[in-house]
């Protein structure tokens, strides 16, 4: 079994993730989802957390690079 990457949020996509001020989607709860690798065969519950986390902080990212020459 390869290992993957471990995501690490930048300070950056940090204080992005903050500003934007989602209900949900805080640092700490991406933090503590985005590395997980829940199977819908072994947990859906936490599969479908994680696949929200995921996209959430795809488009954090590119939110990161677009704006981060703006600053």
């Known amino acids: ?3 993957r990457k471990k995501t690490i949020l930048t300070k950056w996509e940090k204080e992005l993730i903050d500003e934007l001020g989602h209900p949900i ?13 829940d199977t819908v065969d072994i947990n859906a519950l936490a599969a479908l957390m994680c696949m929200g ?3 959430y902080y795809e ?13």
């Not at 989607?25 to 690798?37: G, L």
């Open 53 to 55: 986390v995921v996209g």
């Open 59 to 71: 488009a954090v990212k590119m939110m990161a690079s677009k704006t981060r020459f703006l600053k």
């Open 25 to 37: 989607y805080s640092v700490k709860h991406i933090e503590e989802w985005i590395n997980r690798h």
């Open 1 to 3: 079994m390869t290992e």
